[in-house]
């Protein structure tokens, strides 16, 4: 019951800004656009309530105003608040989300918006330069040298600018943010202005004219496509460069386990500085192992287990809250004054703990080691000789795996990793160890200690789903203080950002002669 | 004993009489000395200013000439036999105590509870 409430706030207002979002561009500005990845692609949702605060239930805050203890009880009660939604309703939203037509057409809406806007901007310095030739060829003025030079340049800045937008915009895209990148919009706004603004004038003065001057107007395709590159300069710059000077500092932190690493960021929006923070997720954050977290549940379950509250005043006297309250008060007073040995048990556990990992491992490290002397490489003059018995890596991994497979795996066990290897991968990490001449403590080494996401099998990693969720709008800019939440099915992580400072550097010059020293004497001399 | 630099230095002294003591082809006068212009103040226990670069007597041996003459440890030692020991290197002061031609060096020395044995006497002989 406890959880359809932390969800009524979203959801609720998650059905509105998805209406918002089939009217809002996000175009590209140039040509045909990159082809979206759809295998690596995480595609973030937007959640964004509005003003709203970021946790706790306000309306059911504001139902329970005559309620002094409303503290304790903010994330509890259904079916007060009036944005409650069943479990079947928020399945059935998020199936809506993820197999939506609205989002696909927006995916497609884009890609023609940019398609036509790179086929527009190619064409038109052609279309001046040939339009004269086909309107009115009679009347127009025999090209000269310098014209036709101009036609050399127009084709050079023509192939320039063709190369530029491939290798700025022929990328695949890493994500489908859920707000437009206002930046992208500005420049495509700007590029179909300036294109508008330039066909107006041709048409009006060239065209309605017919203006034998052909030179003129081969000038006037020319300078048409300075102003295309110089654009592009200006969408290399905003971009791409603007955000390359680091100007704040975000601080990310885990949920579950609290591992917090720091990344600094140049100038950016909140939904692309969300992407950056989940990038470096994956290659800097230690796996989320589920299984590390059930000592802790279970510790915190039998702190209140040994309780059971009996309300002896009878049904019908208290309202829910007011029981749910009173008992809970109940529980923390008796909680308390319980002579908690807990603490003991922890020390002792762990205390263990550690000695039966220590032991595993020696023995791991042990088995390793002899498995792999097991082996050698054949070199290349023996290999004609000796044609018998003679192993591809797969194979000597599997000839050797088996005296280490049952150390490994009680190794495995203890330290709760099982279900991040399977035999597959740790045979074809074998064969890849063997292959590549590394010692046994390099295979090791990815046993030992947890490594980034990345490190395991794709499954593990492949195709997340992330929910931003921010108090500001995510196309504002970072700002000191911006806190926002990535959610994923098992974690979430907690992006704080604080401003780096103004650095004031001032210089010292130290005179190279300037060194100097002198001897501390305390010398007795008797006499 | 602390001294202004420039005025000039005003302290209870007391005259002493040490007779050397011929050891082997020395004359020694058993008694240590530390200090000078050219030593570092600050390492000096005895002294109460630790600007203060005179010589000190650093150790006395016992039964020897000074002990005989109740030179003390921490005595500093403002004159010998005339010549100035109050601003001067660690090498010319040793050099002012172990002239081998003298045997008799009178030194003036100044100690903190000679001032003290001074002022109680006067106030005894005032009142």
Same mark, same amino acid.
């Given at each position: 019951m406890d959880t359809e409430s932390t969800y009524s706030g979203y959801s609720h207002y998650s059905g509105r800004s998805r209406g918002s979002h089939r009217h809002g561009e996000r175009s590209r500005d140039r040509h045909k656009s990159r082809s979206k990845d759809s295998r690596s692609e995480k595609s973030v949702t937007i959640n964004t309530p509005p003003a709203e605060p970021l946790l706790g239930d306000s309306t059911a805050r504001s139902e329970q105003a005559q309620d002094d203890n409303w503290g304790e009880t903010t994330t509890a009660i259904t079916g007060?608040?009036?944005?409650?939604?069943?479990?079947?309703?928020? +399945?059935?939203?998020?199936?809506?989300?993820?197999?939506?037509?609205?989002?696909?057409?927006?995916?497609? @809406?884009? =890609?023609?918006?940019?398609?036509?806007?790179?086929?527009? $901007?190619?064409l038109t310095p052609l279309a001046f330069l040939t339009l004269p030739h086909i309107l009115w060829p009679e009347k127009l003025q025999s090209c000269g040298t310098a014209c036709e030079g101009l036609f050399i340049s127009v084709a050079f800045k023509l192939l320039i600018l063709l190369l530029a937008v491939w290798a700025l915009y022929f990328r695949p895209a890493r994500a489908g943010l859920p707000r437009v990148f206002v930046f992208r919009v500005l420049l495509a706004v700007l590029v179909f202005l300036?294109?508008?603004?330039?066909?107006? @004038?041709?048409? +009006?003065?060239?065209?309605?004219?017919? *203006?034998? &001057?052909?030179?003129? $107007?081969?000038?006037?395709?020319?300078?048409?496509v300075d102003a295309l590159l110089f654009i592009h300069?200006?969408?290399?710059?905003?971009?791409?460069? =603007?955000?390359?000077?680091?100007?704040?500092?975000?601080?990310?932190?885990?949920?579950? *386990?609290?591992?917090?690493?720091?990344?600094?960021? #140049?100038?950016?929006?909140?939904?692309?500085?969300?992407?950056?923070?989940?990038? &470096?997720?994956?290659? *800097?954050?230690?796996?989320? &192992? %589920?299984?590390?977290?059930?000592?802790?549940?279970?510790?915190?379950?039998?702190?209140?287990?040994?309780?059971? $509250?009996?309300?002896?005043?009878?049904? #019908?006297?208290?309202?829910?809250? #007011?029981?749910?309250?009173?008992?809970?008060?109940?529980?923390?007073?008796?909680?308390?004054?319980?002579?908690?040995?807990?603490?003991?048990?922890?020390?002792?556990?762990?205390?263990?703990?550690?000695?039966?990992?220590?032991?595993?491992?020696?023995?791991?490290?042990?088995?390793?080691?002899?498995?792999?002397?097991?082996?050698? =490489?054949?070199?290349?003059?023996?290999?004609?000789?000796? %044609?018998? *018995?003679?192993?591809?890596?797969?194979?000597?991994?599997?000839?050797?795996? %088996?005296?280490?497979?049952?150390?490994?795996?009680?190794?495995?066990?203890?330290?709760?990793q099982q279900h991040c290897h399977s035999m597959e991968s740790i045979q074809q990490h074998l064969a890849f160890c063997i292959t590549n001449n590394m010692t046994p403590k390099a295979f090791l080494e990815s046993f030992l200690t947890p490594g980034p996401s990345l490190q395991y099998s794709r499954d593990h990693w492949r195709a997340r789903q992330w929910t931003l969720v921010s108090e500001a709008s995510v196309t504002s800019g970072l700002k000191d203080g911006t806190t926002f939440l990535l959610k994923c099915v098992d974690f979430s992580l907690v992006a704080t950002s604080k401003k780096i400072p103004y650095i004031q550097m001032s210089e010292e010059y130290i005179d190279p002669k300037s060194h100097k020293f002198v001897l501390r004497l305390q010398s007795e001399t008797s006499v | 004993m602390s001294f202004v630099p420039g005025q000039p230095v005003t302290a209870v002294v007391q005259r002493i009489e040490i007779q050397k003591l011929r050891q082997g082809d020395k004359l020694i006068l058993g008694f240590s000395i530390g200090g000078g212009i050219d030593q570092d103040p600050g390492q000096n226990p005895f002294s109460e200013d630790k600007t203060d670069k005179g010589i000190y007597v650093t150790r006395i041996s016992p039964g020897g000439p000074a002990d005989v003459a109740n030179l003390r440890m921490g005595d500093k030692i403002m004159q010998v036999n005339g010549w100035d020991m109050t601003m001067v290197t660690h090498d010319q002061a040793r050099k002012k105590l172990t002239k081998q031609k003298e045997d008799v060096v009178r030194l003036l020395i100044t100690r903190k509870s000679l001032e003290e044995t001074v002022r109680l006497q006067l106030k005894s002989m005032l009142s």
């Amino acid at each position: 019951m406890d959880t359809e409430s932390t969800y009524s706030g979203y959801s609720h207002y998650s059905g509105r800004s998805r209406g918002s979002h089939r009217h809002g561009e996000r175009s590209r500005d140039r040509h045909k656009s990159r082809s979206k990845d759809s295998r690596s692609e995480k595609s973030v949702t937007i959640n964004t309530p509005p003003a709203e605060p970021l946790l706790g239930d306000s309306t059911a805050r504001s139902e329970q105003a005559q309620d002094d203890n409303w503290g304790e009880t903010t994330t509890a009660i259904t079916g007060t608040s009036e944005h409650s939604l069943s479990q079947e309703d928020i +399945v059935r939203i998020t199936k809506d989300l993820e197999d939506s037509v609205g989002l696909d057409c927006r995916r497609y @809406f884009t =890609r023609a918006v940019a398609v036509i806007l790179g086929l527009l $901007v190619f064409l038109t310095p052609l279309a001046f330069l040939t339009l004269p030739h086909i309107l009115w060829p009679e009347k127009l003025q025999s090209c000269g040298t310098a014209c036709e030079g101009l036609f050399i340049s127009v084709a050079f800045k023509l192939l320039i600018l063709l190369l530029a937008v491939w290798a700025l915009y022929f990328r695949p895209a890493r994500a489908g943010l859920p707000r437009v990148f206002v930046f992208r919009v500005l420049l495509a706004v700007l590029v179909f202005l300036l294109v508008v603004s330039y066909w107006l @004038f041709y048409s +009006v003065r060239i065209l309605d004219s017919q *203006d034998t &001057n052909y030179q003129g $107007v081969v000038q006037y395709a020319v300078s048409l496509v300075d102003a295309l590159l110089f654009i592009h300069y200006l969408a290399v710059v905003l971009l791409e460069l =603007r955000q390359l000077q680091p100007c704040y500092s975000v601080c990310v932190t885990r949920s579950t *386990d609290g591992a917090t690493r720091h990344y600094n960021l #140049g100038q950016l929006s909140i939904q692309r500085a969300a992407l950056a923070v989940v990038e &470096n997720y994956y290659s *800097d954050f230690p796996i989320h &192992n %589920p299984a590390l977290l059930s000592a802790s549940k279970s510790r915190a379950a039998k702190h209140l287990a040994g309780l059971k $509250v009996y309300n002896v005043d009878g049904p #019908g006297n208290n309202t829910s809250a #007011g029981l749910v309250q009173s008992q809970s008060r109940a529980m923390i007073a008796a909680a308390a004054r319980r002579r908690d040995t807990s603490h003991n048990e922890l020390y002792y556990e762990e205390a263990e703990h550690e000695r039966r990992v220590r032991k595993r491992k020696a023995r791991l490290v042990v088995a390793v080691e002899e498995a792999f002397t097991h082996i050698k =490489r054949m070199q290349d003059e023996e290999q004609k000789k000796a %044609p018998g *018995d003679v192993m591809d890596p797969r194979e000597a991994a599997q000839a050797i795996f %088996p005296s280490m497979a049952r150390a490994l795996q009680k190794y495995l066990r203890t330290t709760k990793q099982q279900h991040c290897h399977s035999m597959e991968s740790i045979q074809q990490h074998l064969a890849f160890c063997i292959t590549n001449n590394m010692t046994p403590k390099a295979f090791l080494e990815s046993f030992l200690t947890p490594g980034p996401s990345l490190q395991y099998s794709r499954d593990h990693w492949r195709a997340r789903q992330w929910t931003l969720v921010s108090e500001a709008s995510v196309t504002s800019g970072l700002k000191d203080g911006t806190t926002f939440l990535l959610k994923c099915v098992d974690f979430s992580l907690v992006a704080t950002s604080k401003k780096i400072p103004y650095i004031q550097m001032s210089e010292e010059y130290i005179d190279p002669k300037s060194h100097k020293f002198v001897l501390r004497l305390q010398s007795e001399t008797s006499v | 004993m602390s001294f202004v630099p420039g005025q000039p230095v005003t302290a209870v002294v007391q005259r002493i009489e040490i007779q050397k003591l011929r050891q082997g082809d020395k004359l020694i006068l058993g008694f240590s000395i530390g200090g000078g212009i050219d030593q570092d103040p600050g390492q000096n226990p005895f002294s109460e200013d630790k600007t203060d670069k005179g010589i000190y007597v650093t150790r006395i041996s016992p039964g020897g000439p000074a002990d005989v003459a109740n030179l003390r440890m921490g005595d500093k030692i403002m004159q010998v036999n005339g010549w100035d020991m109050t601003m001067v290197t660690h090498d010319q002061a040793r050099k002012k105590l172990t002239k081998q031609k003298e045997d008799v060096v009178r030194l003036l020395i100044t100690r903190k509870s000679l001032e003290e044995t001074v002022r109680l006497q006067l106030k005894s002989m005032l009142s």
